[in-house]
């Protein structure tokens, strides 16, 4: 099966403070993303990855960078963290980009 | 630009009871659809893809379908289980761009005993 795991369940941290969120997968998927959950929006993808230190912006860049040099890790930084990047924080990864994608069980980051 | 709705956003039913969860999307062109389970607080678990190509997909009790010239897609839950309850998410892959999903914003199901 699958595995993709994120570096930590809850996290909270305080405006301004750079905070990173890690993924790791165990199956060799050459595809890793990164989505934020908000209530009423759904889901929405911040940013992806299809190859070792290659990255595509999503729908909602903005505020937020990625880093990929490792093809099992993705991690997704936030430079300076805000109130409006309180959120669900999801991690996905697939073998091809049209294949079915496997989540991590998430981090719910709040900042204050 | 792709929009996907699901309708009821929650639904009630007595254990097992048969179910349909709906899914649209306003643009055809898609190249595959997936549907997903989330239990509170966790992350989303994959329950069936239905390529363009298809017109259903069977896993177990779960039977999803695809109908993409009326932009619509169900997933039918047979003999329900309170174990079910959870939301149901679909999104769309669209032709062309085949990496970047559109969600819905889900159907929570509550399965009753």
């Known amino acids: 099966d699958v595995k993709v795991t994120q570096s930590s369940r809850y996290l909270v941290k305080r405006t301004g403070e750079k905070v990173f969120l890690e993924c790791v997968q165990d199956?060799?998927?050459?595809?890793m993303f990164w989505y934020r959950q908000d209530p009423g929006l759904g889901l929405r993808l911040i940013y992806f990855s299809y190859d070792v230190k290659m990255k595509e912006k999503g729908d909602i860049p903005e505020g937020y960078s990625v880093s990929r040099e490792k093809k099992e890790r993705f991690s997704l930084i936030l430079e300076s963290a805000s109130t409006n990047q309180t959120s669900m924080y999801l991690c996905?990864?697939?073998?091809?980009?049209?294949?079915?994608?496997?989540f991590g069980p998430g981090t719910r980051l709040t900042v204050t | 630009k792709q929009e996907v709705t699901q309708i009821p956003a929650a639904l009630s039913v007595p254990e097992g009871e048969n179910l349909v969860l709906n899914c649209s999307f306003t643009d055809s062109a898609i190249y595959n659809l997936q549907w997903f389970r989330q239990d509170p607080g966790k992350g989303l678990t994959s329950l069936l893809l239905i390529q363009s190509s298809q017109r259903e997909q069977t896993s177990g009790r779960l039977n999803a379908s695809l109908d993409k010239s009326s932009g619509r897609s169900t997933l039918y839950i047979a003999a329900s289980q309170p174990g079910d309850s959870a939301t149901y998410l679909c999104?769309?892959?669209?032709?062309?761009?085949?990496?970047?999903?559109?969600f819905g914003t889900g159907t929570r199901l509550q399965v009753t005993l």
């Open positions: 199956m060799d998927h050459e595809n």
């Open positions: 999104a769309v892959r669209p032709g062309g761009t085949a990496s970047k999903l559109t």
């Open positions: 996905a990864s697939s073998l091809y980009l049209s294949y079915e994608q496997y």
